[in-house]
């Protein structure tokens, strides 16, 4: 972090020697994650200035702002993934702007104003004055792919912002996976289905001479090395070729069989794949693109109807209640079923089903999951599953989200 706005600084006081005619004041966007990213002065690149002006008429309540956008283009996945640029903006007007704040887009880009360390925001920019806006982007959080971010610039009070400041670009994968989502569809416990999976990898991946290989991150999921189908290595690399990806470097192609085996958990599958290096577990960065989801539904003895409770928001001191119907065709695979909740904000509970629910379905036996959000929730988001266990051991995986916002009125 020190590195890093020691360098910003240096480019700032560079652009300072430029134009000495001007009064000047640094606003410096860097990272939130930079805290825990050391990196050398040389991998960040500021790049050409892009010039803004502003008149006190913008400074007014308005809902179409100055926007500028800088487009960095291709980013390697294994350059640098620090990029930043100057934007010079200048009171083009008669009369003083008084700059309030500076909001950006996503915690991966975060606004720091000031001379050193000290934080100068709000100020007034005076007529002819600049403001050196640096707009940095820590893409070592982001996962490959076009990314878009910004910073608006607030003028005090207005809640609409004065001017807003774009960086956009794309991410370059060090592997691209053919298909990009492995969808299984049903697959019934006890039968086993498998699916081809074809990876481009670049050659800077391998060490020692060899590859990275594909690891599984869900018991249900099985993976080993396929030959490789010519048709498919062809069209991959045409399909790259058309792209861009991998431009001018060295790739290899690889294949896998995956086999998805489940034994007794049912339910929404949504397993991952990932290269790790080889006689390693530890997945590679996946800022390199290096994973893959497998995503399909685990059929056997019940099932449920949705797979999945989501919540609305629900305020909190107040709870909320949603169930989902749990069938089976054979009635005694309903006999004895246990319900757990791991996470203490959800209760479950399995109740009868109403008889004129049973009369609308066909489904020979149900009965009814009903899951709580209790009132003393605290305020935040929550991931978590219910899980319904059958007297043969079988495991039906129900996934439940909810979102507790602040009561009406709470300060």
């Known amino acids: 972090m020190i590195r890093i706005m020691s360098y910003l600084r240096k480019q700032t006081n560079l652009l300072v020697t430029r134009k000495q005619s001007y009064q000047r004041v640094t606003i410096a966007i860097l990272c ?5 990213v050391s990196v050398q002065a040389q991998s960040v690149t500021v790049d050409t200035v892009t010039n803004v002006k502003l008149s006190p008429a913008d400074a007014v309540q308005h809902d179409q702002p100055i ?8 980013q390697d996945a294994f350059g640098s993934r620090l990029v930043a640029h100057t934007f010079l903006v200048r009171n083009a007007g008669e009369k003083p702007i008084v700059l309030d704040r500076a909001v ?48 608006s610039l607030f003028a005090r009070g ?10 956009t670009g794309d991410l370059q994968p060090a592997a691209t996976f053919v298909p990009a ?5 049903t697959v019934k416990v006890g039968q086993p289905a498998s699916f081809l999976l074809t990876v481009l990898l670049d050659k800077r991946l391998v060490k020692n001479g060899e590859p990275p290989h594909l690891v599984s991150y869900d018991s249900r999921v099985q993976v080993e090395a396929a030959p490789l189908n010519p048709h498919s290595s062809a069209a991959l690399s045409a399909e790259n070729s058309a792209s861009g990806l991998h431009e001018g470097k060295e790739y290899l192609t690889q294949a896998y069989r995956v086999t998805v085996n489940p034994s007794g958990e049912l339910g929404f599958l949504d397993g991952m794949l990932a290269l790790a290096a080889a006689h390693q577990t530890a997945p590679l960065s996946f800022s390199l693109g290096t994973s893959i989801h497998v995503m399909g539904n685990v059929d056997g003895e019940i099932h449920a109807l949705p797979s999945m409770i989501a919540f609305e928001e629900i305020e909190q001191g107040k709870g909320a209640t949603q169930r989902a119907i749990v069938t089976s065709l054979l009635a005694n695979e309903l006999q004895g079923l246990k319900v757990d909740s791991p996470m203490l904000c959800f209760q479950a509970r399995l109740v009868p089903a109403a008889d004129n629910l049973a009369a609308e379905t066909s489904l020979s036996a149900q009965t009814l999951l009903e899951v709580t959000v209790k009132p003393n929730t605290p305020v935040g988001s929550y991931s978590s599953q219910i899980i319904v266990t059958t007297s043969g051991g079988q495991r039906l995986v129900i996934p439940v989200v909810a979102t507790v916002t602040s009561s009406k009125g709470a300060p």
């Open 67 to 74: 926007s500028r956008t800088y487009d960095f283009g291709k």
């Open 181 to 185: 989502v492995l969808q299984v569809g």
């Open 104 to 151: 950006s887009s996503c915690s991966c880009t975060t606004a720091f104003v000031g001379e050193g360390t000290t934080s100068t925001l709000p100020l007034v920019l005076k007529p002819n004055a600049e403001v050196s806006l640096i707009v940095s982007i820590n893409a070592k959080e982001l996962f490959p792919g076009s990314i878009s971010k910004s910073v």
């Open 158 to 167: 207005q809640s609409t912002p004065i001017a807003v400041f774009g960086i």
């Open 32 to 36: 939130a994650g930079c805290s825990a």
